[in-house]
């Protein structure tokens, strides 16, 4: 996946504190953008169930 190109969220801050993903066939990665050796790679259905809950607000006891 070294071609794909990670992206960051627009609701990030400029100081460069938050999370990048990058998307290729079958996988998803996603890292810290300030410590980018901190990788975590999942399948597509998962990181679609993360979003899903983020959006839902099932993780917000977390924040």
Known sequence: MPDAIWQKS??????????????GVGAVELRES??????VHTSPATFAD???????????HHA
């Open 10 to 23: 627009s609701y990030s801050a400029a100081n460069n504190e938050c999370i990048e993903v990058r998307v």
């Open 34 to 39: 300030d410590d980018p050796s901190a990788m």
């Open 50 to 60: 993360l979003l899903d809950a983020i959006k839902a607000g099932d993780l917000d």
